[in-house]
């Protein structure tokens, strides 16, 4: 029999997957194992791999359409077999059993179109259901997407599906989480001192004051374990594991890549960790690991030549951490007012999770280690 390829769920809470390319047409021989096509998630993009050796028939969802998970969107025929009657992919069994009426849309067959149309439409943000085909039996053709887009006086583009989950997520969190903040200037001469010597070392000439931060929140996290916690059906849960979240600005928005067990690893080891996540976040190869499980966020825009900022809580967690930029700044030292290099911290709490005490004292311990980090990032 015909093998189906479902859309696979690759996050607990995925409900549809957007396909970006296939990798194989229609016709062509695949191998078990082979990369078929690229699916992106709410987070992701990864390759789908083919599930059986044969041809490529029945493709049954184009290039930048949204899939529910489940749902069979082609077949892989053994040698001597044939596509189904109607030749296009229907639903699987398991998908036909978790759908229910309201989202019958979501599994109807894609409109007949040009091979062009389609690509035209993906690239335009267009819905070729939405269009009256002049083609034979109605199908779409390009001049159909062409003149829809003349028609069309539309003045925004089309958001992608990581900026509408971000816009999601955090106007959840911002209507939910009830917020409250503690900034502070922290005297970093030292912290670049050791920067420094450290960049001279085999390994270690990609360190950034966020790789220092990342190693010196997971060490203040060990000592304050309340602020690595969570608020979940009305209690607090406490984070077995330490998992520290790297904001970073793409072009379809902001994504969290996460440092995991970030109080294990030396310092080294974050750096390379932190620059492999950031190169696969802005190339669109995180994989579905590389973004879950965080317990604490960072988000750096000292580049940017921001001072300061509030960041809003990246739920469930129970605090983000605002970095500014560094600056020359008078500060007292013994006694005595003289010229340091500073940087602002500025700590976002859940105070559901965390009290103004408890994340005093957090800020307090992440302040006194980054201003004396000797010991901790080896």
């Known amino acids: 029999m015909p093998t189906d390829v479902i859309m696979p769920a690759l996050g607990m ?18 191998a078990k194992g ?20 044969g041809r490529l028939a029945a493709v049954a969802a184009g290039e930048g359409e949204d899939v529910p998970v489940g749902q069979t969107i082609a077949l892989i025929l053994a040698t001597g077999e044939e596509a189904p009657a109607g030749g296009e992919a229907g639903p699987s069994n398991a998908e036909s059993q978790r759908r229910d009426g309201a989202a019958e849309t979501r599994g109807r067959r894609r409109p007949l179109a040009s091979p062009k149309a389609r690509r035209l ?7 070729l259901a939405a269009l009256s085909g002049s083609g034979p039996r109605g199908a779409v053709l390009a001049a159909d997407v062409d003149e829809s887009a003349t028609q069309s006086h539309k003045a925004t583009s089309e958001l992608g599906t990581v900026w509408r989950r971000m816009a999601e997520r955090t106007t959840a969190s911002w209507q939910s989480v009830p917020h409250f903040f503690l900034e502070r200037a922290i005297d970093v001469t030292r912290l670049n001192a050791w920067r420094e010597t450290a960049r001279r070392r085999e390994g270690y000439d990609r360190v950034s004051h966020t790789d220092l931060l990342v190693k010196l929140a ?28 790297i904001a970073v600005a793409i ?25 492999q996540l950031v190169e696969a976040a802005r190339a669109g190869r995180l ?39 560094i600056v020359d700044r008078v ?22 999770v965390v009290d103004g005490a408890r994340g005093a004292e957090f800020l307090d311990t992440l302040a006194a280690l980054a201003e004396e980090p000797a010991g901790l990032v080896d």
Do not use: C
């Open 287 to 325: 994989r579905p690991d590389d973004v879950s499980g965080g317990t604490f966020t960072i988000s750096n825009l000292g580049m940017y030549g921001v001072d300061s900022f509030q960041a809003i809580v990246n739920a469930p967690q129970a605090a983000i951490l605002a970095v500014g930029r």
């Open 331 to 352: 500060i007292p030292v013994d006694g005595a007012p003289a010229v340091r290099p500073a940087m602002t911290l500025t700590l976002s709490f859940d105070h559901r």
């Open 121 to 127: 439409a993906a690239e335009r943000n267009i819905d």
């Open 251 to 275: 072009d379809d928005g902001l994504i969290v890549p996460v440092v995991h067990d970030a109080d294990r690893l030396s310092l080294k080891d974050v750096s390379a960790r932190r620059v």
């Open 34 to 53: 082979e990369p078929l096509m690229e699916v992106e998630t709410d987070k992701v993009t990864v390759d789908v791999e083919a599930p059986a050796d």
């Open 218 to 245: 997971a060490a203040a996290l060990a000592r304050h374990p309340r602020v690595n916690a969570r608020w979940q059906e009305g209690t607090i849960v406490p984070s077995e594991r330490i998992h520290v979240g």
């Open 13 to 30: 809470a995925q409900e549809t997957g957007k396909i970006v390319r296939w990798l194989k047409a229609e016709g062509d021989t695949v």
